[in-house]
């Protein structure tokens, strides 16, 4: 089983910026698409961001302008640059693999990380 090991997230002022990290095995980082989703208790789950291979990404509206998804290839590592913060982006992260874009982007991706808490207060 692929491991997705997740870091980052905490609390910030709205208006301020996070970084979300996923660290993945060379093989996931090179074969699957990879993404981030949100979810917490009694809330939809929320595909944020997805990059497929190739490069292409793909936001949920309520974040384009102000989440950047992008990965590293030195370290393996898949990101979420996250600026312009509001309140309504607190929530759970979680990154996710898989090779369909159709699954990633319903946040339905085959494995996925411990996720991550981000807390947005005003």
């Known amino acids: 089983q692929d491991q997705l090991v997740e870091s980052g997230g905490g609390s910030v002022q709205a208006v301020g910026s996070l970084r979300l990290s996923c660290a993945a095995s060379?093989?996931?980082?090179?074969?699957?698409?990879l993404g981030w989703f949100r979810q917490s208790p009694g809330k939809e789950r929320e595909a944020v961001a997805v990059?497929?291979?190739?490069?292409?990404?793909r936001y949920v509206d309520s974040v384009k302008g102000r989440l950047t998804i992008y990965k590293e290839k030195a370290k393996n590592t898949l990101y979420l640059q996250m600026d312009s913060l509001k309140a309504e982006d607190t929530d759970r992260y979680y990154c996710?693999?898989?090779?369909?874009?159709?699954?990633?982007?319903?946040?339905?991706?085959?494995?996925w990380g411990q996720g991550n808490k981000v807390n947005v207060y005003s």
């Open positions: 996710e693999e898989d090779d369909s874009k159709s699954a990633l982007w319903a946040g339905r991706g085959k494995y």
């Open positions: 060379r093989y996931t980082y090179m074969r699957y698409c």
């Open positions: 990059l497929y291979n190739g490069g292409v990404t």
